[in-house]
């Protein structure tokens, strides 16, 4: 029995709204629990594996500009990909660092 066209174009517009939907409500939960995350600390293991550092000796390089911090820009302390649940410092830097796009 052959597949109506339209019921395939609806098929992929709801997965596609669904796929949004679900990143865009992960990205909100993170931001609304940024306040209650901790600051990383030096000495997390993730941390010391990544030589993490609060305040990075490139100006060109720090957490601000990576692609994997999240978060408001302008804020001091922000979430990051690498650093589940820790907040990191916009100024820092560790060796997952990856210019954004």
């Keep these: 029995m052959p597949?109506?066209?339209n019921d395939r174009?609806?098929?992929?517009?709801?997965?596609s709204l669904g796929i949004v939907g679900v990143?865009?409500?992960?990205?909100l939960r993170q931001f609304a629990?940024?306040?209650?995350m901790p600051h990383l600390s030096l000495d997390d293991a993730t941390a010391k594996a990544l030589k993490y550092v609060h305040a990075s000796e490139n100006a060109?390089?720090?957490?601000?500009?990576?692609m994997h911090i999240t978060g408001t820009d302008g804020d001091e302390w922000r979430p990051c990909n690498l650093?589940?649940?820790?907040?990191?410092?916009?100024k820092g830097w560790?060796?997952?660092?990856?210019?954004?796009?």
Aim: glycine share 10%; with cysteine; hydrophobic share 35%.
């Design 9 to 15: 174009r609806r098929f992929l517009k709801y997965a």
């Design 83 to 90: 650093f589940p649940g820790k907040l990191v410092n916009a």
């Design 60 to 66: 060109e390089q720090d957490c601000a500009n990576c």
């Design 94 to 101: 560790c060796a997952g660092w990856v210019k954004k796009p």
């Design 23 to 27: 990143t865009v409500g992960t990205q």
């Design 3 to 5: 597949v109506n066209q």
């Design 33 to 36: 629990h940024a306040g209650d």
